[in-house]
């Protein structure tokens, strides 16, 4: 068994960063795979991104490539979202989950077992 635990969340205004991280505990961060999701008010959950287990593929919803990037501090067993240039339609609660499944990440959220708690991140515009 992993647990998550996501940190990092706050409220930024448009243009701004944060920089979300999902720390691992129960088992070494290194043998997931990892997805970050979000989840908009009043929307269903989104897949933001996906990181192999061994960090060599990543990957990005449309809606935020070119903004936020993922990277993982495996001595740490943390997993990071950094998301630059913050748009209001970025505001959502983003949840870290993890898999075991496959040679790499998802963007099914179906396909992770694991997740945190979620952290709210409100842009203001």
């Known amino acids: 068994q992993v647990q998550l635990a996501e940190s990092g969340g706050g409220l930024v205004q448009t243009g701004g960063s944060l920089r979300l991280s999902c720390t691992a505990s129960?088992?070494?961060?290194?043998?997931?795979?990892m997805g970050w999701f979000r989840q908009p008010p009043g929307k269903e959950r989104e897949f933001v991104g996906g990181?192999?287990?061994?960090?060599?593929?990543?990957g990005y919803a449309d809606s935020v490539k070119g903004r936020f990037t993922i990277f993982r501090d495996n001595a740490k067993d943390t997993v990071y979202l950094q998301m630059n240039n913050l748009k209001p339609d970025d505001t959502a609660v983003y949840y870290c989950?993890?898999?075991?499944?496959?040679?790499?990440?998802?963007?099914?959220?179906?396909?992770?077992?694991?997740w945190g708690q979620g952290t709210q991140v409100t842009v203001s515009s």
């Open positions: 989950a993890a898999t075991l499944i496959g040679s790499s990440w998802y963007r099914d959220s179906g396909s992770y077992g694991a």
């Open positions: 129960g088992r070494p961060l290194n043998q997931f795979h």
């Open positions: 990181q192999s287990r061994n960090g060599e593929s990543t």
